[in-house]
């Protein structure tokens, strides 16, 4: 039996946190198999046999699957399921499209967003919010699971997987794809980025926010997050939302800037290494989880940050 | 078009909850209870797909003991046309959620079925895709807008990098995101009335579905605290602090 990994990719290259799942993966001791779904996928199957520990990359390959639904999503892998002792993603807002999905239809328990895997059928994941950690055993002979990407390593290249195909049938008439409006950024992406900035609704407006933050993240060359209050009142995109209800991040730093510290907000980044938190209130609960917490107008702290790294940097 | 939306009753988003002394669970008795967030913001659209003349009627329906009853007053205190309380005692997991809901909407044959995205508390994000699954229905997952169409609904969903939108067949599934609306307050005099409204109780074995659990939690434990930090006094330090002994610059 064999474990089968749902690949996050984007047409042209693996996610990072598909690497980070494989690691995850090797913790049943079977041999790796790597599904990429899409439409024209031979260079992202390609780059996936390369992953150390991968004995087989499956390409679901078909035009209506460019745009995946999870109804022909779910279908293609309930079709296979009978090979594997586990189906495993990372914790992606795909995965959670499809994975329940395709758990229901083989009658068996999803287990979301682990953290760690405990045994062969038992694992560690959050629950309130992160406030709580579970340990939870399954009973189903098939194990559906997310993995929290942040909680693994990458997998680096040192294999040579073989390479096959499965069969694609036509799409499902239950649901239509009609279009998606990406967020273009030229900054490195929020869930794998070493560095992430944060900014909260103190920042007053979609103008400041990104006059404030942005040149700190250039300094830094890191992503910038968000609060889901900054995100509602429109000054950041959704998907910038760090959280519970977000992206879970954990990078080497995390600089909250004008962020409360909410326990929603909280859940999704206090596994950062170091966290740094600007904040004017003294007793914002953010200062509880970070590790070196400025009191300070974030009007003048952040400009004055910015000006201090480019001077004292050591290049 | 009738609309089913399923309400849980979750701890409160501002409660930080505690755990028991032998660590078997959380301790939630004497804990302020209310509706699951997203819940509400699948009730408020359900409800104002109604005010726009696109909906008929709205159900109110939640799994679990007679206490789930008080988010079934909120529920038609907001608006609802009727609620439903399916009581059992089980041990409720996502894919038993699901299969009670299925049985549920073949009672009541539903033309659009409204969740949350998430319940709060599991944090899970299941039940949704796991029902239409068992219908054998179309999905919307963590939807920020829906449209009514003649035979369809247009959803706006969320993926990573940006948003996405899809056509639904109905009957279909679609759970919500916060961001679908800013759910109504609840006036006093509209709870009131609440109270008298009666609560349709159907026991969880009279559906005739094994809602039984797949998954035994085993513990629960607080998560590893983070060390103690320390406030700096200038930016300066901030930077020196972050150079020399974090060593992340
Ligand atoms: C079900 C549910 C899910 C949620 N999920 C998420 C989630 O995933 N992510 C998330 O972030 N939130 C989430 N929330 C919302 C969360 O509870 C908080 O409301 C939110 O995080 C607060 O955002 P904020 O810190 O930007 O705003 P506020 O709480 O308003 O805090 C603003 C902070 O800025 C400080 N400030 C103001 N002006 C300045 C200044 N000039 N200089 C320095 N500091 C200043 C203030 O002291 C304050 O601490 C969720 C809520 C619910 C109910
Ligand atoms: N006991 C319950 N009663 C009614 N609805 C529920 C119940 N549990 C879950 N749900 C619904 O399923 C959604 C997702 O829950 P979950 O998969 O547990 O995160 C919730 O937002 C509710 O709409």
Request: charged content about 20%.
């Amino acid at each position: 039996m064999s474990v089968l990994i749902l690949a996050e990719h984007d047409g042209h290259k693996l996610k990072k946190v598909t690497r980070q799942a494989v690691t995850a993966a090797r913790s049943w001791q079977a041999s790796i198999h790597i599904l990429i779904v899409g439409h024209h996928i031979a260079a992202v199957a390609q780059e996936a046999a390369g992953i150390a520990g991968v004995t087989e990359v499956i390409q679901a390959d078909a035009a209506h699957l460019a745009h995946p639904l999870a109804e022909d999503v779910a279908g293609l892998l309930v079709e296979h399921a009978g090979h594997y002792q586990v189906i495993l993603a990372p914790h992606t807002r795909f995965s959670k499209n499809v994975l329940p999905r395709t758990a229901a239809l083989l009658d068996v328990a999803m287990i979301a967003d682990v953290i760690a895997v405990t045994g062969p059928k038992s694992y560690l994941r959050p629950i309130y919010a992160g406030n709580i950690t579970a340990t939870v055993e399954s009973s189903d002979t098939i194990q559906i699971v997310t993995v929290r990407a942040s909680s693994y390593a990458a997998v680096t290249d040192d294999g040579t997987a073989n390479i096959a195909s499965w069969a694609v049938s036509a799409t499902t008439p239950l649901a239509r794809w009609l279009g998606e409006k990406r967020n273009v950024s030229d900054r490195p992406e929020l869930a794998t980025a070493r560095a992430v900035v944060s900014g909260g609704r103190s920042l007053g407006s979609a103008e400041q926010f990104e006059a404030v933050l942005a040149p700190l993240a250039e300094e830094l060359k890191a992503a910038l997050g968000a609060t889901r209050a900054a995100v509602d009142a429109g000054y950041a995109p959704n998907d910038l939302q760090v959280g519970q209800t977000g992206t879970v991040v954990a990078p080497e730093l995390y600089i909250a800037v004008g962020v409360s510290g909410a326990i929603q907000h909280t859940a999704g980044m206090k596994d950062s290494k170091v966290i740094v938190a600007i904040n004017q209130d003294p007793d914002a609960p953010i200062f509880q989880v970070a590790d070196y917490g400025l009191v300070a107008n974030l009007f003048e702290a952040v400009p004055a940050l910015v000006a201090a790294l480019r001077t004292s940097a050591p290049r | 078009m009738k609309i089913l939306v399923a309400v849980k009753r979750v701890v409160d988003f501002n409660v930080k909850v505690r755990i028991k002394p032998d660590g078997s669970d959380v301790d939630i008795a004497g804990v302020k209870m209310g509706i699951n967030p997203f819940d509400e913001n699948a009730l408020e659209e359900a409800l104002r797909l109604k005010e726009r003349g696109k909906a008929s009627e709205v159900v109110a329906v939640s799994l679990g003991g007679t206490a789930n009853q008080d988010v079934l007053r909120h529920a038609l205190a907001m608006g609802a046309d009727r609620a439903i309380l399916v009581e059992t005692e089980v041990n409720l997991q996502p894919l038993g959620v699901a299969k009670l809901l299925k049985a549920v909407v073949e009672r009541e044959q539903p033309d659009l079925i409204l969740l949350g995205k998430q319940a709060i508390d599991s944090d899970a994000g299941q039940a949704g895709q796991m029902l239409a699954a068992l219908l054998g229905v179309g999905q919307g997952v963590a939807i920020s807008a829906i449209e009514i169409w003649d035979e369809e609904i247009v959803v706006t969903r969320e993926i990573d990098g940006g948003t996405e939108t899809l056509a639904l067949r109905l009957p279909a599934v679609v759970t919500a995101d916060l961001r679908l609306n800013e759910p109504r307050y609840v006036k006093l005099p509209n709870l009131m009335m609440a109270k008298k409204k009666p609560i349709q109780t159907i026991s969880a074995a009279e559906l005739g579905v094994d809602a039984s659990p797949r998954l035994t939690q085993l513990k629960v434990a607080d998560p590893p605290p983070r060390k103690p930090g320390i406030k700096v006094g200038s930016v300066q330090e901030l930077v020196e602090k972050l150079r020399v002994e974090a060593k992340v610059l």
